[in-house]
């Protein structure tokens, strides 16, 4: 099977940019941003926090600056509407819910729903609903953290009359104040878990947790079991998150960035004066399918997937085993090598150059040290290519980063349009960064995606 023989029949977005395919898109080509002042209203009862921003003063000690109380939360979100049946919401957390809506629109958006559940073979020759084993789910995932709230019950059981934590408590106070089924809400696998009860997929079925490429390698190994011919129809989703308070507090291994005079405007990849990245939650699926299924079910392709590839060549902090958010030149998060290495690959997958592709979408994400490495690469391999950066809208998403941008490069490539960058005159030279929506000159789009350890993935999609 070519990789042309891949189709994407089906996309659903859950973003701060809006709900769905139609109003993603519209909010991406008009440079709409999801990055607003967080306030009790917009927050909500999910524990997003405001954080604070420290930074070296000029004699060396440390200085708080203001809170950084940004982010790029999604708003209009009502699970309710898309989970069912609802007593499933108890056992799922926000990333499971946005990531089973997203699903849920993708599957309506390729016109499967009348399809699914699907059924065993005997029983669909008649129905006409699709087999059981002949669809599948590939999810990206990552570390879903607990509400703090969720446990502080059991860690008041735990108090001394002394005002301090006796942790041999713990055990029994937790047995008596934590709901039974409390980690089934937190497990990295659950969303293609549910997915695929819900669809009654029989077929592939696999959760990849490689941070902000977790994604793309989804629809990586999803399209190979297409190519395999063990399945006609794949769910390729990701969900992630940044806001939540368990994981603002426990890991900092990027720089945060204050607000902007132009709240909107704070999530500046690329940019020469930019700082940090800006919190954002998100989720994104695409349905892949065969074009022989897709032609046989009378369902129209979005867009085609046309090469991809994977590759990992250490960064150099992880290659010395340093981990910091610092944002000097040294840092060492991001590699431009594995950049490079993807995008060749994708490349010479689809048997395409450098001069073939019409668009990249970029995965700079504010941190001045990543995205030095991403300009390296876009630099070498795709010279005075178009460049658009979609996390400036949507502000960094953790494990669904990746995703997101592939999203943003099919509908890109089905628009024949590229998105804008509202701060393109403030980035270097050495990138074609897009300033105002323009048309595209060549079919073809490439998606990046990139890890501050190394790892690096390029998709190329071209529209059907």
Same mark, same amino acid.
């Given at each position: 099977?070519?990789r042309s023989?891949?189709v994407?029949?089906?996309v659903?977005?859950v973003s701060?940019?809006?709900?769905?395919r =139609?109003?993603?898109?519209?909010?991406?080509l008009n440079g709409d941003?999801?990055v607003?002042?967080?306030v009790?209203?917009t927050?909500?009862?999910?524990?997003a926090t405001?954080?604070?921003?420290f930074?070296?003063?000029?004699?060396?000690?440390?200085?708080q600056e203001?809170?950084?109380e &940004?982010?790029a939360?999604?708003?209009d979100?009502d699970?309710?509407?898309f989970?069912?049946?609802r007593k499933a919401?108890?056992?799922m957390?926000r =990333?499971?819910?946005t990531?089973f809506?997203?699903?849920?629109m993708?599957? =309506?958006d390729?016109g499967?729903?009348?399809?699914l559940?699907?059924?065993?073979?005997?029983?669909a020759?008649v129905?006409?609903?699709i087999v059981v084993?002949?669809?599948g789910?590939?999810?990206?995932s990552?570390m879903?953290?607990g509400?703090?709230e969720e446990?502080?019950d059991?860690?008041?059981?735990c108090?001394?009359?002394e005002?301090?934590i006796d942790?041999?408590?713990?055990?029994n106070?937790a047995m008596?104040?934590?709901t039974p089924?409390w980690?089934l809400?937190?497990?990295?696998?659950?969303?293609?878990?549910h997915v695929?009860?819900a669809?009654?997929?029989?077929?592939?079925?696999n959760t990849?947790t490689v941070?902000?490429v977790?994604g793309?390698?989804a629809?990586?190994?999803?399209?190979?079991?297409l190519r395999?011919g063990?399945a006609?129809i794949m769910?390729?989703a990701?969900?992630?998150?940044?806001?939540?308070?368990?994981?603002?507090?426990?890991?900092?291994d990027q720089?945060?960035t204050g607000?902007?005079?132009?709240?909107?405007?704070?999530?500046r990849?690329?940019?020469?004066?930019?700082?940090? &990245?800006v919190?954002?939650?998100?989720?994104a699926?695409?349905?892949?399918?065969t074009a022989?299924s897709a032609e046989?079910?009378n369902?129209k392709?979005?867009a085609?997937v046309?090469?991809?590839?994977?590759?990992?060549?250490?960064?150099a902090?992880?290659?010395?085993g340093?981990?910091?958010?610092s944002s000097e030149?040294?840092a060492?998060r991001g590699?431009?090598a594995? &950049?490079?290495?993807?995008?060749?690959?994708a490349l010479?997958?689809?048997g395409l150059?450098?001069d073939?592709i019409?668009?990249v979408v970029?995965h700079g994400m504010?941190d001045p040290v990543?995205?030095?490495?991403?300009?390296?690469?876009?630099?070498k391999?795709?010279?005075?290519?178009?460049?658009?950066?979609?996390i400036?809208?949507l502000?960094?998403?953790?494990?669904?980063?990746?995703?997101?941008?592939?999203?943003?490069?099919v509908?890109?490539?089905?628009?024949?349009?590229?998105p804008p960058?509202?701060?393109?005159?403030?980035?270097?030279?050495t990138l074609n &960064?897009v300033e105002?929506s323009v048309?595209?000159?060549?079919p073809?789009v490439?998606?990046?995606?990139h890890?501050?350890?190394?790892?690096?993935?390029a998709v190329?999609?071209s529209a059907t």
């Amino acid at each position: 099977m070519n990789r042309s023989d891949i189709v994407i029949t089906g996309v659903g977005v859950v973003s701060s940019i809006g709900l769905g395919r =139609e109003a993603f898109t519209e909010s991406l080509l008009n440079g709409d941003s999801g990055v607003i002042e967080l306030v009790d209203s917009t927050v909500g009862d999910r524990n997003a926090t405001a954080r604070y921003k420290f930074v070296q003063g000029s004699s060396g000690d440390t200085e708080q600056e203001s809170p950084v109380e &940004i982010g790029a939360p999604i708003t209009d979100f009502d699970p309710k509407l898309f989970v069912k049946p609802r007593k499933a919401l108890k056992v799922m957390c926000r =990333e499971i819910q946005t990531s089973f809506a997203a699903s849920q629109m993708a599957i =309506e958006d390729a016109g499967l729903s009348s399809l699914l559940p699907a059924e065993p073979a005997d029983q669909a020759k008649v129905s006409g609903r699709i087999v059981v084993d002949r669809i599948g789910t590939v999810f990206g995932s990552e570390m879903l953290y607990g509400d703090p709230e969720e446990l502080a019950d059991a860690f008041a059981a735990c108090k001394t009359e002394e005002n301090e934590i006796d942790r041999s408590k713990f055990g029994n106070a937790a047995m008596r104040s934590i709901t039974p089924l409390w980690m089934l809400k937190y497990l990295p696998n659950m969303p293609a878990c549910h997915v695929g009860i819900a669809v009654n997929s029989h077929g592939p079925n696999n959760t990849l947790t490689v941070g902000d490429v977790s994604g793309p390698n989804a629809v990586l190994e999803a399209c190979g079991y297409l190519r395999r011919g063990i399945a006609d129809i794949m769910v390729a989703a990701a969900a992630g998150s940044r806001m939540n308070t368990t994981r603002t507090m426990f890991t900092e291994d990027q720089p945060l960035t204050g607000a902007s005079e132009q709240v909107e405007r704070s999530s500046r990849p690329h940019a020469k004066d930019a700082k940090g &990245i800006v919190r954002g939650e998100g989720a994104a699926c695409v349905i892949l399918e065969t074009a022989e299924s897709a032609e046989q079910g009378n369902r129209k392709p979005i867009a085609k997937v046309v090469g991809m590839a994977s590759r990992f060549v250490p960064s150099a902090a992880f290659a010395e085993g340093r981990f910091t958010s610092s944002s000097e030149e040294n840092a060492g998060r991001g590699s431009a090598a594995a &950049i490079e290495a993807a995008i060749a690959g994708a490349l010479s997958d689809a048997g395409l150059t450098a001069d073939d592709i019409g668009l990249v979408v970029g995965h700079g994400m504010g941190d001045p040290v990543i995205d030095a490495q991403e300009a390296e690469a876009i630099a070498k391999a795709l010279p005075g290519i178009p460049v658009t950066l979609p996390i400036g809208l949507l502000g960094h998403t953790g494990a669904a980063t990746g995703m997101l941008g592939l999203t943003a490069a099919v509908v890109a490539a089905q628009q024949g349009t590229a998105p804008p960058v509202a701060h393109a005159s403030d980035c270097p030279d050495t990138l074609n &960064i897009v300033e105002k929506s323009v048309p595209l000159k060549r079919p073809h789009v490439i998606a990046l995606s990139h890890t501050s350890h190394g790892s690096a993935t390029a998709v190329i999609v071209s529209a059907t």
